[in-house]
């Protein structure tokens, strides 16, 4: 008990650390889920991600460039997704597996060029963090929450923003009408194939500043398998979260704070495998699919390719 | 009158297959009008070109005398055209609300305005009748409403042509009648409507003019006051339709089935089986009566060895306790089955005729070398093509999947497979459900045509007509008992409805 006490500062400043690009990551996700696509390929974006703001922050010596770059670069990988899943209707489950091959690999491939020999290009800078004054001299809570990178303030704001969104827009009524019976929203005079490459857009964007936030926010390198599986368990917080932003935030949280027991363990128990708290996370993750995972929840046309004249 | 909508020479072509051809069709303003004819005739197609959902091969449309191009839903609302699909086209999650104005571009605003859209939906509402719980989620409403959602989406986009696919086919006779309340108001505002259904005693009754299609083809178009059921059922099938009168026959004493006290799960009264005694004899139709959900489900799946009884004992052809309950055996032993579901039990939807022609016999050496092992493509194809012909199925290809067919065409394949093995024993389950007459007069004279040649037929319905029509015996099923066995020449017809009822 004492020792969950006494680091209970270092668990919570590492919760959020942790949690803000899972849950960019899944804010992408559940655009894509909404709009009835599942899109597993977010471990491969992630990396591209991670390793264009890297490559880019360091060349410009501007981290939001990379930033922007990562989300471009997230947005075209996802094209390829879109390309096939809407235009093509090739199994999405498949798609996605493709792409988490490629795209990490194309990462490696552009890190040896970019690195190579050259020692003084593996290092960059992490991003500052920005202090809220008054605020975030609350106890406990202050420093994870008010003193944040950039980034991660962005990622906390985009829950309000998309909430709004998919409550109170006629585009956001739309979206999710096409994630549970597109053959209505057709009806409706509802461009199906449009919102679902929208739904692609985003995904590709927030899961590449995701990415982007690994070796830009959380530490100032890229290595090869920096993403350790986030973009996977940002898909189980869609199905946590039960498919709404706030509920993708707190099961984002969550799976930060286990993260964050992990660090405080380690440090705690250093005779211990390291290995061994590292799993802690993921296997919160397997039971929360376990208890929750039920895919009665979700947009009911998820997975399903759309054919627009079928007979 | 005037006229609102015309439609020149309308082709929809499925590669070579003509879902229309030549469509020539006339609606007037504050009309009823019907399209009739057999499943598979083009009626849903002909509509779906219409509210932008197909685009028709070749044709033209106008609307008040103007001619206009649909080439999405969108076009067609502008126009002024709703349909309430015959599969609801709602988002179950949603509220009733939130369905209606789902798309809906009136306002310039990124927002929703779901409050002055609420107060437009509510002045339709009180003005056609039309009640409905507007904050309640649609996947809570009954059928009903949720057909009221529909009708007011239509309407909400200011539709002046609604177009209704088969909106009877769901509701119970009482909702039936609002619906023709609800129609009459707004033909009364002058807006008009397609009624689409094959229910000739509604057609006659809510109508002003009846086109028929056949085939694809537009046939006549007739005002309902100057024709009769008997010849739009003419017009319809292409032929004198007569109903046919088959002859009862009376059983011999050789039991093909038995079931003895058999029960499964009899706490459950709607699914359950309690105590269930009865012999179906050599060479006669034992029709199972009852409303649905009394245990139907239940008794055919236990004589077609899907599940095991609790308690009890099942005598096969043979005269012997069956002990193994599996399908296979019961194959083995000579049973056909005409399943409940045709697209979740009787067919693979996505596999081709020829396949699931050949579905069951797969192992025969007629079929394949080595129990299954190479499949003999050239015999299976000849096999389908001969059951094409013979049974009439009607597409382009056997090789086409079966999840394209029309329902009555996936039951002739159905019953195409079942029957060809000339089974000792068929059990045929709600087997004309969703059918049109054509079509169910077909199933209906195959199912005779076989109890002629001996076989002996367990038909389970909830189609009272059905049983009463082909069973030389009838029992009746109520929560999962037997209430009774009654002769299926001169039926006590007074004494079997009491029966259905639990009386």
Not at chain 2, 61 to 72: C, L
């Amino acid at each position: 008990m004492d020792f969950l006490v006494n680091s209970l500062p270092t668990i919570l400043n590492a919760t959020t650390l942790s949690a803000a690009p899972l849950l960019l990551v899944a804010l992408g996700e559940l655009f894509s889920e909404r709009a009835g696509l599942v899109n597993i390929g977010l471990e491969g974006i992630m990396a591209v991600g991670a390793f264009v703001a890297f490559a880019v922050g360091k060349m410009t010596g501007n981290l939001w460039l990379g930033v922007c770059a990562a989300v471009i670069a997230g947005i075209a990988i996802n094209m390829i997704y879109a390309f096939c899943t809407v235009t093509l209707c090739v199994d999405q489950v498949v798609v996605g597996m493709a792409i988490n091959i490629l795209a990490p690999a194309l990462a490696l491939f552009g890190y040896n060029m970019f690195v190579g020999a050259n020692s003084a290009n593996a290092t960059g800078v992490v991003m500052e963090r920005l202090s809220i004054p008054g605020l975030s001299q609350i106890p406990y809570i202050g420093g994870p929450l008010f003193n944040q990178q950039l980034l991660g303030y962005l990622a906390f704001l985009l829950v309000p923003v998309v909430t709004y969104f998919f409550k109170r827009f006629r585009s956001g009524l739309s979206f999710r009408s096409v994630g549970e019976n597109p053959q209505a929203a057709e009806t409706l005079g509802i461009n199906v194939i449009r919102i679902k490459l929208v739904a692609c857009v985003l995904c590709g964007a927030l899961a590449g500043m995701g990415g982007a936030f690994l070796s830009v926010c959380m530490t100032p390198i890229y290595i090869d398998g920096i993403v350790m599986g986030r973009g996977f368990i940002a898909l189980a917080t869609v199905i946590f979260g039960r498919w709404s932003a706030v509920g993708i935030m707190a099961a984002s949280l969550l799976f930060g704070f286990f993260d964050g027991l992990n660090v405080a363990l380690q440090a705690q128990f250093n005779a211990a495998p390291v290995m061994f708290f590292k799993m802690i996370p993921y296997i919160f993750t397997i039971f929360a699919l376990i208890f929750f995972g039920s895919r009665h929840a979700g947009p009911k046309a998820n997975g399903q390719p759309y054919y627009r004249e079928s007979r | 009158m005037e006229e609102l909508l015309r439609m020149e020479g309308i082709d929809k072509r499925f590669g070579s297959f003509y879902a229309n051809r030549n469509v020539n069709l006339s609606i007037m303003k504050g009309e009823v009008h019907t399209l009739l004819g057999e499943n598979g005739a083009g009626k849903s197609t002909l509509m779906n070109c219409l509210i932008g959902l197909y685009t028709p091969s070749a044709g033209k449309f106008f609307m008040r005398g103007e001619e206009v191009r649909i080439d999405s839903p969108r076009d067609a609302v502008e126009r002024g055209i709703g349909m309430v699909h015959q599969h609801f086209m709602l988002v179950e999650d949603m509220t009733g609300l939130e369905n209606i104005i789902l798309g809906d571009k009136r306002h310039s605003t990124p927002l929703l305005r779901q409050e002055d859209d609420r107060k437009t939906i509510e002045g339709l509402m009180q003005r056609y009748g039309l009640e409905v719980d507007l904050d309640e989620r649609v996947a809570d409403m009954s059928i009903g409403m949720q057909q009221r959602v529909e009708i007011l989406k239509v309407l909400f986009r200011g539709a002046d042509l609604l177009i209704l696919d088969e909106p009877t086919a769901v509701l119970t006779d009482l909702e039936v009648q609002g619906l023709f309340d609800i129609m009459r108001s707004l033909t009364d505002e002058g807006k008009s409507i397609i009624f689409i259904s094959h229910k000739m005693r509604e057609v006659m009754h809510i109508s002003d003019r009846v086109t028929v299609l056949r085939r694809g083809e537009c046939i006549d178009t007739l005002e309902i006051a100057k024709t009769t059921e008997q010849e739009l059922a003419d017009l319809m099938i292409g032929q004198k339709f007569e109903e046919s009168v088959y002859a009862k026959v009376n059983a011999t004493d050789e039991p093909m089935l038995q079931l003895t006290n058999v029960s499964y799960h009899p706490e459950v009264k709607h699914g359950g089986l309690k105590d269930v005694s009865l012999t179906l004899h050599k060479g006669e139709i034992l029709g199972v009566a009852g409303i649905d959900g009394n245990g139907q489900a239940a008794l055919a799946s236990l004589v077609t060895g899907l599940l095991s009884p609790e308690s009890g004992e099942v005598c096969g052809p043979d005269g012997k306790s069956i002990a193994l309950f599996s399908p296979q055996a019961f194959i083995d032993a000579g049973f056909g089955n005409i399943p409940e579901d045709r697209n979740k039990m009787g067919l693979v939807g996505d596999m081709t005729i020829a396949e699931n022609l050949v579905l069951k016999q797969t192992d025969s050496e007629r079929f394949s070398a080595g129990h299954g092992a190479w499949l003999k493509m050239d015999a299976i194809r000849d096999f389908a093509e001969r059951l094409r012909e013979e049974n009439d199925i009607r597409c382009t290809s056997v090789s086409q999947t079966a999840r394209s067919l029309s329902g009555g065409n996936q039951q002739k394949v159905i019953l195409a497979r079942e029957l060809e093995s000339h089974p000792k024993l068929l059990v045929a389950v709600y087997p004309t459900r969703g059918l049109d007459i054509g079509a169910t007069s077909f199933v209906h004279d195959q199912i005779v045509a076989q109890r002629d040649a001996g076989c002996s037929v367990l038909l389970v319905s909830a189609d009272f007509d059905e049983v009463l029509k082909l069973s030389d015996r009838i029992v009746v099923l109520f929560e999962g008992q037997i209430m009774g066995t009654y002769p299926g020449a001169n039926p006590p017809i007074k004494e079997i409805s009491l029966a259905m009822a639990g009386k």
